[in-house]
C-alpha cells in the first residue's frame, strides 16, 4: 500500500471508486456523478490550498481522502471539513485509517487546528471509523438533504488535530508545504 499525493490525471481512477457512493447509496448528497474533467477540477483546484491524498494497491487506486474548507468566515480559518472513500473491494483493511492519519499530520503541519465530517446517517461503518481515529459527535443536521424519495440527516464529528494556540498564525496553503512531504 502506497500513500501519495493525487494530480488531476487520477480523475477517473478517483471516480471509479466515487460513483457507487452517488449512484446506489445516499452516503454522497451528490446526485449524479461527476465528469472526469470536473473531478480533476476539484483536485487541482482543492490542491491549491488542502491536501488530496491517494492509496494505490498494486498500482491502483483503492481510496481517497481529502480536505477542504469547513466554513468561509475568516475566524473559521484554523477548522477544515474531510472525506475518505474506499473502494468497496477493499473496505476494512486499513486503508481509510492510513489515508486520514496522513492527511491529519499534513493538516497540522499546514497550521490547522479542527478536522470536521459530515456523515449521512445512518453510516455506522463510517461512524466506527471516524470514531476510531479520534472524532467524537457534536451534532446531527436533521433532514438536511433529500435522496432517493427520502429526506436525511447528516450527523457532525469534530476531532482535535493539534492544540489551540493563544495566537495562531493563520494556516499555510498545502501548495506551499506540499513538496517537503
Given amino acids: 500500500m502506497q500513500i501519495r499525493v493525487a494530480t488531476p490525471a487520477d480523475a477517473e481512477a478517483i471516480n471509479a471508486i466515487y460513483r457507487p457512493f452517488v449512484t446506489d447509496s445516499v452516503i454522497s448528497f451528490e446526485l449524479e456523478p461527476p ?98 481515529l479520534g472524532f467524537e459527535p457534536v451534532g446531527i443536521y436533521r433532514n438536511a438533504g433529500y435522496k432517493f424519495g427520502a429526506w436525511r440527516n447528516v450527523g457532525w464529528w469534530q476531532r482535535a488535530l493539534s492544540t489551540y494556540p493563544v495566537q495562531p498564525d493563520p494556516p499555510r496553503c498545502f501548495a506551499s508545504i506540499g513538496n517537503q512531504h
Fill in 35 to 132: 465528469s472526469g474533467a470536473v473531478m480533476a477540477e476539484r483536485i487541482a483546484g482543492t490542491l491549491r490550498r488542502f491536501p488530496w491524498l491517494v492509496t494505490e494497491v498494486d498500482e491502483q487506486i483503492v481510496g481517497y481522502a481529502y480536505a477542504s474548507q469547513y466554513r468561509e468566515r475568516p475566524a473559521y480559518q484554523w477548522s477544515s471539513e474531510t472525506t475518505v472513500y474506499v473502494s468497496s473491494p477493499y473496505h476494512g483493511r486499513g486503508i481509510g485509517r492510513a489515508l486520514y492519519r496522513q492527511l491529519f499530520k499534513l493538516l497540522r503541519d499546514q497550521g490547522y487546528c479542527s478536522a470536521y465530517a459530515g456523515i449521512t446517517l445512518p453510516n455506522p461503518a463510517s461512524i466506527a471509523l471516524h470514531e476510531a
